[in-house]
Structure formats: C-alpha cells, structure tokens
C-alpha cells in the first residue's frame, strides 16, 4: 500500500451533492407561505390588548417597587429585574383612567432591548398568542389613546386593542416622568 498515493472519494458524495441540489430546487419552487404573526394577549385592569412579541421582553410577577419622589403618579417607581432596574408605569393611569389596584397589578411587562428602555408595565396578567385567524376586526375605539391601534375580538369574545409599544414610549408624556 502506497502511503503516498491520493486517496479517492467514495461515490456516495456525488449521490448527496445530486440530493442537495433536488432539494435547493425543490424549496425554491415551493410555494411562499407566511408565517402567521403571533401577538402576545394581556390583560391590562380592565382591557385587553394585543402586543407585538419582538417588543416585549419577558414577563415577570410583581417585585417591589421604590417610589420616586417628585414623579407623576402614573410612574410607579423603580423595581429590580434580574440585577436591571426598570421603571414600572400604570399605563391607566397615563391614559386618563383610574390608578390600577395592587390587586390587578400582578406582573411586569418588561419592554423588550429593541425599545432601549429600561422600562415595565403593570399588567394584571397574559393570557397567550394570538394570531390574525384567532382574530376578528371591530370597528375603532372613540378616543383611543395615540399608542393604541386596531380593535379585534378574539375566539373567546375578549374585545382586545392594539398597544403599539414602541409609540407608548415616543409619547412625550410617556418620557415625562418629572413633576
């Protein structure tokens, strides 16, 4: 046996090369589908909303919150996710409506990174995805807060609002914390 000499490829490399290729061309002749954009489903006090997912960041149950003086009420405070501090907003109460009760404020929205906000919402609770099938459009909202979008009904009746997260945060009385 000759050390030296080059080694030959066995035939079964032609055969996967031939299979790659069918199957390249398969995928380009397939038919385009799209995938279904998913909305995360919360419960904010008493409405509901529907919430692109590549805005949010994780959800977490309520933790302390230290109150930060010479702020508007509707800025809860500080609270600390996992080593970050956040600031922890009523979005009801930025909105107009009554303060929501520490028995409907159970969890934190934390905004998600593409936002570059430290920031959370109070929410009472999320309740799953949501799909454009899962999904009936209603007519709009009279007054509807400027970070507020389209209304649907979902499967189970829940009539659910759009929150535009990243025009929650361009609101200037969002970014207005200070008294």
Do not use: C
Request: glycine share 8%.
């Amino acid at each position: 046996m000759n050390v030296n000499a080059p080694m030959e490829h066995p035939k079964p490399l032609a055969g996967l090369r031939d299979f790659s290729a069918h199957l390249a061309q398969r995928l380009a002749e397939a038919p385009a589908r799209e995938t279904p954009v998913a909305r995360l489903g919360v419960r904010i006090a008493e409405r509901s909303y529907l919430i692109d997912m590549t805005s949010v960041g994780e959800i977490v149950p309520r933790s302390d919150i230290a109150r930060v003086p010479w702020t508007r009420p509707w800025f809860r405070g500080l609270s600390n996710v996992r080593g970050r501090l956040v600031g922890v907003y009523d979005l009801p109460l930025l909105a107009g409506g009554e303060p929501m009760a520490d028995e409907q404020a159970l969890q934190l929205l934390v905004l998600g990174d593409a936002l570059k906000l430290n920031a959370a919402l109070l929410i009472t609770r999320a309740f799953g995805l949501r799909t454009a099938k899962d999904l009936q459009e209603q007519p709009a909202a009279v007054g509807a807060a400027p970070w507020e979008g389209a209304r649907f009904r979902d499967a189970d009746g829940a009539i659910l609002a759009e929150l535009d997260l990243a025009k929650l945060v361009a609101d200037e009385r969002f970014a207005s914390i200070g008294v």
